[in-house]
C-alpha cells in the first residue's frame, strides 16, 4: 500500500497588506496541493498574522506527522512567525519550503510583497542553520506542486530514518573495509541506530526453527520458482530456518533493515545460502544487505522510503565500453518483484559455494535511481563534531551522498545469480572513472524510478557533499 505524502501548509500573513487577496492565495494553494493528492495538515488556508496564532500552529506540528512544512508568504510579515515554525520542523529534520507569490506589476499598490517576506525569513533560517527551499511561483502553477512533491517524498524517507533501527548480524569480512561504519555518526547524521546481534546466536535461531515455519517458507518459494523442488532440500529448508530467524529478530527488535555477515558461517555451520532468505526480506521491504554492510542497508531504507517499493543492494561487476553498458549483480538476494516478467525466476545454488538457495533471473527494464552512502578517508565521528551542518562547513563530515541514474534494459542474464545491464546517464567508463578516482564502496543500491531530485534534497537536508555519478 502507498504511504500517504503529508504537508504541514501555514499561510502566513500581515494584516495591513491586502488580506483578501491573500486569503484567495492561501485558498488556491491548498486546492491545489489536496487536488494532487497529498494530505494537509497545519494552518490550511487559514491566514496566521500573529505570535499567538503560529504557537497554536506549533502545538499542532508537533502532535502531527508530517514530510514537508510549507510556509507560504500569502503576504508580507516579519520572520518571526517562520522561525518559530520552521525550528519545529528543524527538530526533526522536516523539510521547509518558503513559498512566494509575485505581485502584478499594475502601477499601484504593492499588495502582498510576498517576495521580501521570503527573504526576510530565508537570511533568519541561515542564521539559524535552519535548511530550507523556496519558491516564487503563483498559487496554482504546476511546478509547484512539483517541487512540493519532491520534498515531501525526501521529508517522509527522512523521517523513516529518523528513530529506525537497523541490525547488523556479526562483523563484515577481513578485507571488506567498504563495509565498515560507525553507529555514532548514522545516529547524528540520520537518527538511526544501529543494533549489533551476535551471528552465533542467529546460526542458532536458524538451526532451531520449526517445521512448520520451515514449510510455510518452503512452500512460499516454490510458488515463486517452482523448481526449488529440485534442489538439495535439506539445503533449501536450511534457508528458511535462516529466513525465520531473521524475521523474528527483525519483528522481535523492530528493525527497519538488516545487515548480515552471509558468508562463510552460513555455509559452513548451516549447510545453506542465507541469499535467499534476504531476498524474501528485501521483497517485504526490510532491506537486507549481505557482508554485513550496514551503510548499504541504510541507502537501501533510504531509497525504499523515496519509492515506497523495495530496493536491493548490489555490485557493480562489469562494464562494457562498445555497448556504453554495466552489469550490476549480485548472488541472488534481489526481491523478486525486480525480475523482469518475460524471464523465468529459478532457484538456484550459490556460484561460489555450490549451496541453495537463491534467486536467478535478469533484471527487469525500467529507469532505476543509484545511490550509496558513502563513507570517505577523512572523517571524524560524530562525537568528535558540534553537529552535522558545523561539522560540514568545517570539513570534518567524512560522508557524501553517492547519486546516479539510468534505465535498465532488458538483455539476457549477464551471470549466475541476479543480474541486470544498467545505461547509466552518463557513459559508463566516465561513471567507472568517478567510482575508481574516488574510491567508492563495491556496493551500490538501486531502485526503480527516478528519485535523484529527491535524493538531493535529502543531501541538503542533512549537510552531505553530493558525488555525481549522472
Given at each position: 500500500m502507498t504511504?500517504e505524502l ?11 497588506f491586502?488580506?483578501?487577496l491573500a ?9 491545489q496541493?489536496?487536488q494532487?493528492?497529498l494530505?494537509?495538515v ?8 500573529d ?8 502545538h ?6 508530517h514530510?514537508?512544512l510549507v ?5 508580507f510579515a516579519?520572520s ?5 515554525l520552521a525550528?519545529?520542523?528543524?527538530e ?10 509575485p ?8 499588495r502582498l510583497?510576498s ?6 525569513a530565508g537570511h533568519?533560517?541561515?542564521l539559524r542553520?535552519i535548511?530550507?527551499?523556496?519558491l516564487?511561483?503563483q498559487?496554482?502553477?504546476?511546478a509547484a506542486?512539483?517541487?512540493i512533491a519532491?520534498?515531501?517524498r525526501?521529508g517522509?524517507?527522512?523521517r ?5 533501527t537497523l ?7 577481513a578485507?571488506f573495509?567498504?563495509c565498515?561504519?560507525d553507529?555514532?555518526d548514522l545516529?547524528?547524521?540520520?537518527g ?5 546481534v551476535a551471528?552465533?546466536e ?6 532451531a526453527a520449526?517445521?512448520?515455519d520451515?514449510?510455510?517458507?518452503v ?5 515463486l520458482?517452482?523448481?526449488?523442488t529440485?534442489?538439495e532440500?535439506?539445503?533449501v529448508?536450511?534457508?528458511?530456518g535462516?529466513?525465520h530467524a531473521l524475521?523474528t529478530l527483525?519483528?522481535e527488535a523492530?528493525l527497519?533493515?538488516v545487515?548480515v555477515?552471509?558468508w562463510?558461517?552460513?555455509?559452513t555451520?548451516l ?6 532468505a ?5 521483497e ?8 554485513a554492510d550496514?551503510?548499504?542497508t541504510l541507502?537501501s531504507l533510504l531509497?525504499q522510503a523515496?519509492a515506497?517499493a523495495?530496493a ?8 562494457e565500453a562498445?555497448?556504453?553498458s554495466?552489469?550490476?549483480w549480485?548472488c541472488?538476494?534481489?526481491p523478486t518483484?525486480?525480475a523482469?516478467?518475460?524471464a523465468e525466476i ?14 536467478e533471473f535478469?533484471l ?5 535511481t543509484v ?6 578517508a577523512g572523517?571524524h565521528?560524530a562525537a568528535?563534531?558540534?553537529g552535522?551542518?558545523?561539522?560540514q562547513r568545517?570539513?570534518?563530515v ?7 541514474g539510468g534505465?535498465m534494459?532488458r ?11 544498467l ?11 568517478t567510482?575508481m578516482?574516488m574510491g567508492l564502496?563495491?556496493h551500490?543500491?538501486i ?6 531530485a529527491e535524493l538531493r534534497?535529502?543531501?541538503r ?10
Amino acid at each position: 500500500m502507498t504511504t500517504e505524502l503529508i504537508v504541514a501548509l501555514v499561510a502566513i500573513a500581515r494584516p495591513t497588506f491586502d488580506v483578501s487577496l491573500a486569503q484567495a492565495v492561501a485558498d488556491t494553494a491548498l486546492a491545489q496541493i489536496e487536488q494532487a493528492g497529498l494530505k494537509v495538515v497545519g494552518s490550511r488556508n487559514t491566514l496566521i498574522m500573529d505570535a499567538d496564532g503560529a504557537a497554536r500552529v506549533q502545538h499542532e506540528l508537533r502532535n502531527t506527522p508530517h514530510d514537508l512544512l510549507v510556509l507560504l508568504q500569502a503576504s508580507f510579515a516579519d520572520s518571526s512567525m517562520a522561525v518559530a515554525l520552521a525550528e519545529v520542523a528543524a527538530e526533526r529534520c522536516i523539510p521547509v519550503l518558503l513559498w512566494a507569490v509575485p505581485d502584478a506589476r499594475a502601477g499601484g499598490r504593492l499588495r502582498l510583497n510576498s517576495l521580501c517576506g521570503i527573504n526576510l525569513a530565508g537570511h533568519a533560517l541561515m542564521l539559524r542553520s535552519i535548511a530550507y527551499d523556496y519558491l516564487l511561483t503563483q498559487a496554482d502553477d504546476p511546478a509547484a506542486l512539483a517541487k512540493i512533491a519532491t520534498l515531501a517524498r525526501a521529508g517522509r524517507a527522512l523521517r523513516t530514518l529518523h528513530g529506525a533501527t537497523l541490525g547488523v548480524v556479526g562483523e563484515h569480512p577481513a578485507g571488506f573495509d567498504t563495509c565498515a561504519y560507525d553507529a555514532d555518526d548514522l545516529a547524528q547524521l540520520f537518527g538511526v541506530t544501529v543494533r549489533p546481534v551476535a551471528l552465533a546466536e542467529t546460526l542458532a535461531q536458524a538451526a532451531a526453527a520449526g517445521d512448520a515455519d520451515r514449510n510455510r517458507f518452503v512452500a512460499r518459494v516454490t510458488e515463486l520458482a517452482p523448481n526449488v523442488t529440485e534442489l538439495e532440500q535439506r539445503a533449501v529448508r536450511g534457508t528458511a530456518g535462516v529466513y525465520h530467524a531473521l524475521r523474528t529478530l527483525a519483528d522481535e527488535a523492530r528493525l527497519s533493515g538488516v545487515a548480515v555477515r552471509c558468508w562463510p558461517e552460513f555455509f559452513t555451520e548451516l549447510g545453506c545460502a542465507a541469499c535467499g532468505a534476504m531476498s524474501v526480506l528485501n521483497e517485504e521491504q526490510c532491506p537486507a544487505s549481505c557482508e554485513a554492510d550496514v551503510n548499504g542497508t541504510l541507502t537501501s531504507l533510504l531509497l525504499q522510503a523515496l519509492a515506497d517499493a523495495p530496493a536491493f543492494i548490489t555490485d557493480l561487476v562489469s562494464i562494457e565500453a562498445a555497448s556504453d553498458s554495466a552489469v550490476l549483480w549480485h548472488c541472488g538476494l534481489a526481491p523478486t518483484s525486480m525480475a523482469d516478467p518475460e524471464a523465468e525466476i529459478l532457484g538456484t545454488i550459490h556460484s561460489n559455494r555450490k549451496l541453495p538457495l537463491l534467486f536467478e533471473f535478469p533484471l527487469k527494464p525500467g529507469r532505476v535511481t543509484v545511490a550509496r552512502l558513502h563513507r570517505t578517508a577523512g572523517r571524524h565521528s560524530a562525537a568528535e563534531t558540534q553537529g552535522r551542518r558545523d561539522a560540514q562547513r568545517n570539513g570534518e563530515v567524512g560522508y557524501q551522498l553517492v547519486i546516479g541514474g539510468g534505465e535498465m534494459v532488458r538483455a539476457p542474464k549477464s551471470f549466475t545469480g541476479t543480474s541486470g545491464v544498467l545505461r547509466f546517464d552518463r557513459p559508463a567508463t566516465a561513471v567507472f572513472d568517478t567510482i575508481m578516482r574516488m574510491g567508492l564502496e563495491h556496493h551500490v543500491s538501486i531502485v526503480y524510478g527516478d528519485y535523484c531530485a529527491e535524493l538531493r534534497q535529502v543531501a541538503r537536508l542533512v549537510g552531505l557533499p553530493v558525488v555525481e555519478l549522472t
